[in-house]
């Protein structure tokens, strides 16, 4: 499967904004999906994933209560809905999809900036 994720940019602290990714393939379903983000200097981090059937879904616990991860097989696309933004959420953002226990198919990543 090939990811492209989008919707990225440079907000102020507060602010909102939604990412997406586009997966190709017709199994987009039957894949679980995350979320990772990378910032300057550190190391890439989880942040959020659904489960194939959009029911179940895991947090970091830096970003539980203000992202929310979605996903929509229709359109084989997956949502990253982030409020109250802070600059610490700054990174480049990736989706990924995993079939097994490990994340092996990855989008190219879209940047965010949180300004103060």
């Known amino acids: 499967v090939q990811l492209q994720a989008s919707g990225g940019g440079l907000v102020q602290a507060g602010e909102s904004l939604r990412l997406s990714c586009a997966a190709s393939g017709r199994t987009f379903s039957s894949y679980r999906m995350g979320w990772f983000r990378q910032a300057p200097g550190k190391e890439r981090e989880f942040v959020a994933s659904v489960m194939r059937m959009n029911i179940f879904a895991d947090y970091a616990d830096s970003v539980k209560g203000r992202f929310t991860i979605s996903r929509d097989n229709a359109k084989n696309t997956v949502y990253l809905q982030m409020h109250s933004l802070k600059p610490e959420d700054t990174g480049v953002y990736y989706c990924?999809?995993?079939?097994?226990?490990?994340?092996?198919?990855w989008g190219q990543g879209t940047l965010v900036t949180v300004s103060s």
């Open positions: 990924a999809a995993r079939n097994g226990t490990v994340y092996n198919y």
